[in-house]
């Protein structure tokens, strides 16, 4: 049996027109310009480059106001994209070490070198909703700058071999997702590709599932560091490298308990989250899943929901998960007809079975009065 | 090139490339793309996958992609670069221009006291300010003595 498939076109069309004109708003009203966005919602800017896996603030600004606020829509224009553009290589690899700090604070150590700096947070806000308009701040400066290169927390436990070694060994070429599919058991860089474009929410309630019981391993926020740190890239015309300008960063490290065994003393293990943009939520999310993975490597017992990276890989990606979630949109009109025609016939045989056994229980319990 | 002006062009291409592009573009003002000037490779907008390293300083891994524009000029003999981040193609072809034009002998000294040196001092203050603002966030622990 064919079903018409086409037609609805005019309806689209008056469907997109009504969408552009609610996306507008009322035209008294100036339009959004991108420096605003790009200024005035930074940090939303910051999680659509961060999910949409693209540093440009300018187009993730851009997707933000086409997508009228929807950061999902926003990043999977922004994905959408990038598929567009030639890719030119790989950068160098990013020296947090050497970031720019604006914040850098520490759960484990109060008095850490260098100190605990706040930098622009929400963590001190009485959130309180704000009535009025916001007054022009004067920020003042400090006679000393923060030092150039702001030593590492972790490296405190380094020293005194408290916490495991982490160095780049044989420096291995990762996976990269972009070109090729994920295939399981994946590595600890391949997770981290994944985790780092995966969706804050999803990250966020993993991670709060392993502070709840569900594979929990005491974590302690280590290092919380934010920044700004320079990409540099060495092209094959140049034969060395150049940094092309800078971009910034939020990085995690968290500490979490291990046991020891199999040789191994008892020592803390890390936790690593990375994130674009001033993104502390989803840097530590991320921390707590990547630790979390790590119960194969580590030789955790593997019972939970974030432990699983099967479980949390395939379903990290909210293009992918918002794509197969709202694809039941779609037409399933023939395959609905076929669902609803095979229902019609057992619900058809179940009324005439019933009527069978209603007939036939009498007979039954004469047989059953005469024996 | 030697090494050592190997070194010399990679700073002051990193520099052109972290420049705002505003105050590169005024700064270049006075260094228009003589007439001859040949686009090697228009300016071209396009991806490079960034590097992380897990833990900071382990292994590595894809963090995701950040745009890059580039582009190549040939003014005279010398031919001129840029990688900039961002889709700033105007950025870019400034910074082509300045790297071919820094690369002559008898133009360096005037680019490297017109538009390098400012640009120097320029990013100098803005990382000082935001570092010294950063600063003013730092908390100072006071420890009150129990007991005497």
Known sequence: MYVAVKGGEQAIARSL???????????????????????????????????????????????????????????????????????????????????????????????????????????????????????????????????????????????????????????????????????????????????????????????????????????????????????????????????????????????????????????????????MGESERKAMSMALVDRALRCDELGEPAYAPAQNQEFVLSHSDNVEASGFVQHLKLPHYVDFQAELSLLRTLSAQHVRHASDRHQAVPEQALEESQA | MDTSSHMARAQWMSLLAQAEAAELAAAMDAFAPPADATWLRPAQTGLYMLRGRIGGTGPQFNVGEVTVTRCSVQIGERIGHAWVRGGNARHAELAACADALLQDADQHPKLHEQVLEPLRHSQQARREAASRKAAASKVEFFTVVRGE
């Open chain 1, 17 to 275: 027109e009504l969408l552009a004109e609610a996306r507008r708003g009322d035209p008294a009203t100036a339009e959004l310009e991108l420096a605003q966005i790009r200024q005035q919602l930074r940090l939303g800017v910051a999680r659509v480059m961060q999910e949409g896996s693209l540093y440009d603030e300018e187009l993730a600004a851009l997707a933000i106001r086409q997508a009228a606020g929807d950061m999902l829509e926003a990043i999977f224009l922004l994905r959408a994209y990038r598929t567009t553009l030639p890719r030119f290589g790989y950068t160098e690899a990013l020296d947090t070490t050497r970031m720019r700090v604006r914040r850098r604070i520490s759960g484990t150590f109060k008095d850490v070198p260098g100190g605990q700096v706040l930098g622009p947070t929400y963590d001190y806000t009485q959130r309180l909703l704000e009535f009025g308009p916001t007054v022009p701040i004067a920020t003042v400066e400090a006679e000393v700058p923060l030092a150039e290169a702001m030593p590492r927390v972790l490296d405190l436990l380094d020293a005194e071999a408290l916490i495991e070694r982490i160095d780049a060994g044989a420096d291995p070429e990762p996976v990269d997702l972009t070109r090729k599919p994920l295939m399981f058991p994946a590595n600890r860089a391949t997770r981290l590709q994944n985790l780092s474009r995966g969706d804050e929410g999803f990250l966020l309630g993993m991670a709060y599932s392993t502070q709840r019981g569900y594979a929990e391993s005491h974590p302690f926020a280590g290092e919380i560091r934010m920044g700004e740190v320079d990409v540099l890239v060495c092209p094959e015309e140049l034969g060395f490298a150049i940094e092309i300008g800078s971009i910034t960063l939020t990085e995690c490290q968290m500490i979490n308990q291990f046991h020891g065994g199999n040789g191994v003393p008892p020592q803390f293990t890390r936790g690593y989250g990375l994130g």
